[in-house]
Nanobody, 117 residues
Framework: QVQLQESGPGLVKPSQTLSLTCTIFGGSITSNYYYWSWIRQPPGKGLEWMGASLLGDGSYYSPSLKRRSSISRDTSKNQFTLHLNSVTPEDSAVYYC?????????WGQGTQVTVSS
């Protein structure tokens, strides 16, 4: 059964770059029509879609994060990675990777990231 797992730092200093990697376990995602996405949830707030990668069609980003975000895929390793530049305390959140179409089919368990000096 397919499982996703986020990995990366739990603490990042302001102005640094947050890098998180999502690894796919238990199988390969063979569909070229699934978005490989990053979603986050700040404390006390709702889910925020950050961006997604679609094989053969590049990446897409939330307008509010497009300037600071980058998503790349390494299909040979069953991984995709989020880079979020110039982080501030407002970027503190639980970060999830997810795969799906207009509905999410697979969720990671989420990883807590705190931005603090």
């Amino acid at each position: 059964q397919v499982q996703l797992q986020e990995s990366g730092p739990g603490l990042v200093k302001p102005s640094q770059t947050l890098s998180l990697t999502c690894t796919i376990f238990g199988g390969s995602i063979t569909s070229n029509y699934y978005y490989w996405s990053w979603i986050r949830q700040p404390p006390g707030k709702g889910l925020e879609w950050m961006g997604a990668s679609l094989l053969g069609d590049g990446s897409y980003y939330s307008p509010s994060l497009k300037r600071r975000s980058s998503i790349s895929r390494d299909t040979s390793k069953n991984q995709f990675t989020l880079h979020l530049n110039s982080v501030t305390p407002e970027d503190s959140a639980v970060y999830y990777c997810a795969i799906g179409t207009t509905q999410i089919l697979y969720w990671g368990q989420g990883t807590q990231v705190t931005v603090s000096s």
